[in-house]
T-cell receptor, first 111, second 112 residues
Framework: QQPVQSPQAVILREGEDAVINCSSSKALYSVHWYRQKHGEAPVFLMILLKGGEQKGHDKISASFNEKKQQSSLYLTASQLSYSGTYFCGTSNSGGYQKVTFGTGTKLQVIP | NAGVTQTPKFRVLKTGQSMTLLCAQDMNHEYMYWYRQDPGMGLRLIHYSVGEGTTAKGEVPDGYNVSRLKKQNFLLGLESAAPSQTSVYFC???????????FGQGTRLTVV
């Protein structure tokens, strides 16, 4: 099953913050976050493994709540370059790494 | 270092025609994946492979076949193309569980 992302779309002004959520109905082994700009391939942001860890990448960070089967991506002090569609991908705890992606959150940062 | 390369980048097919999409990676990755991307649907997994000679079905495997005869290549075949297969196809590879996936630039396929 695809993870569910919210919101579906968001518009920010430069410097504002945003949170994108990703939830699954199944137990998770890992959560993957990617950003895709229009007409391009998805680009890796970060991976979180079960254990509730939080990761950061410049002004983008993410958390993983294993018990709630949820992850959140935090974008602080947004820049124009943050615009794009953000996808979360999840893999469950059994077997091989089969990553299933959500439908994406379209983020637009305006001046 | 080319990463993940998809061939071709664009293709137009007539209904009922067949074709093969080629994905090649030069990172010695074990895992390879084929996704399709449609507006509003996100990335949906078609088939994947966890090593040379292995393949497995993803979420939307019907109408597609795959082969992984060599570790570096993952082929996606459409035996009888249908308009519903009009999409952008992405190939990806990763080293293993909990690893970053690297995506190719995509193949835009139109079936008329």
């Amino acid at each position: 099953q695809q993870p569910v992302q919210s919101p579906q779309a968001v518009i920010l002004r430069e410097g504002e913050d945003a949170v994108i959520n990703c939830s699954s109905s199944k137990a998770l082994y890992s959560v993957h976050w990617y950003r895709q700009k229009h007409g391009e391939a998805p680009v890796f942001l970060m991976i979180l493994l079960k254990g509730g860890e939080q990761k950061g990448h410049d002004k983008i960070s993410a958390s993983f709540n294993e018990k709630k089967q949820q992850s959140s991506l935090y974008l602080t002090a947004s820049q124009l370059s943050y615009s794009g569609t953000y996808f979360c991908g999840t893999s469950n705890s059994g077997g091989y790494q089969k990553v299933t992606f959500g439908t994406g959150t379209k983020l637009q940062v305006i001046p | 270092n080319a990463g993940v390369t998809q061939t071709p980048k664009f293709r137009v097919l007539k209904t009922g025609q067949s074709m093969t999409l080629l994905c090649a990676q030069d990172m010695n990755h074990e895992y390879m994946y084929w996704y399709r991307q449609d507006p509003g649907m996100g990335l949906r997994l078609i088939h994947y492979s966890v090593g040379e000679g292995t393949t497995a079905k993803g979420e939307v495997p019907d109408g597609y076949n795959v082969s992984r005869l060599k570790k570096q290549n993952f082929l996606l075949g459409l035996e009888s193309a249908a308009p519903s297969q009009t999409s952008v196809y992405f190939c990806a590879s990763s080293q293993g569980r909990g690893s970053e996936a690297f995506f190719g630039q995509g193949t835009r396929l139109t079936v008329v």
